[in-house]
């Protein structure tokens, strides 16, 4: 069963901040998250690792709560390179296969 | 580090025909790759794992004897659409899987291929 990401789209000006969820119905080993542009592969942002891990790089982070079996990516100050649209690729336990959700696409203008 | 090339990025083919889409993993070695396949503004939808050297799992519904998957080598898995339909057309994607214990589970993807078949 595919995860469920929301919001389904969002515009935001330049600077302003997002949050984009991801929810599943299955128990979680971990989360990917990557954001594919128009007619692009998918690019590795971060991976999330069951025990309520957040990680960040620069102003993208994101959290996981397993017990929920849901997670979060927070830009923050976006960027106009920040537009296209993000997947959340959820892994189960014992399976390799990720599976990914629905997306949510994100523009920003300036 | 960690590219994968795919090759070709499009395709267009008369019904009927093969095409074969290759996937390459040129700086790590990748014991599993994956073949996704994506609808206009819809997400990625597996297709079939791939391990080196052994038959290739496939999700369900996804026709075997018509995406003939093989990995070769460690670097190397190809995807054949035989006897391509219109319907076949769509935009394929592969990844590979980095089990390294550094950047273990990730994984990364190729450019894509578009098939269009006319």
């Known amino acids: 069963q595919q995860p469920v990401q929301s919001p389904q789209a969002v515009i935001l000006r330049e600077g302003e901040d997002a949050v984009i969820n991801c929810s599943s119905s299955?128990?979680?080993?971990?989360v990917h998250w990557y954001r594919q542009k128009h007619g692009e592969a998918p690019v590795f942002l971060m991976i999330?690792?069951?025990?309520?891990e957040q990680k960040g790089h620069e102003k993208i982070s994101a959290s996981f709560n397993e017990k929920k079996q849901q997670s979060s990516l927070y830009l923050t100050a976006s960027q106009l390179s920040y537009s296209g649209t993000y997947f959340c690729?959820?892994?189960?336990?014992?399976?390799?296969?990720?599976?990914f959700g629905t997306g949510t696409r994100l523009t920003i203008i300036p | 580090g960690a590219v994968v090339s795919q090759h070709p990025s499009r395709v267009i083919c008369k019904s009927g025909t093969s095409v074969k889409i290759e996937c390459r993993s040129l700086?790590?070695?990748?014991?599993?790759m994956f073949w996704y396949r994506q609808f206009p503004k819809k997400s990625l939808m597996l297709m079939a794992t791939?391990?080196?050297?052994?038959?290739?799992?496939?999700e369900q519904g996804v026709e075997k004897d018509k995406f003939l998957i093989n990995h070769a080598s460690l670097t190397l898995s190809t995807l054949t659409v035989t006897s391509a339909h219109p319907e076949d057309s769509s935009f394929y994607i592969c990844?590979?899987?980095?089990?390294?214990?550094?950047?273990?589970?990730?994984?990364?993807f190729g450019a894509g291929t578009r098939l269009s078949v006319l």
């Open positions: 690729g959820t892994e189960k336990i014992g399976n390799e296969k990720l599976t």
């Open positions: 299955k128990a979680l080993y971990s």
């Open positions: 700086d790590f070695q990748a014991t599993t």
């Open positions: 999330l690792l069951k025990g309520g």
């Open positions: 791939s391990n080196e050297g052994s038959k290739a799992t496939y």
């Open positions: 990844s590979a899987r980095d089990g390294s214990g550094k950047a273990k589970n990730i994984q990364y």
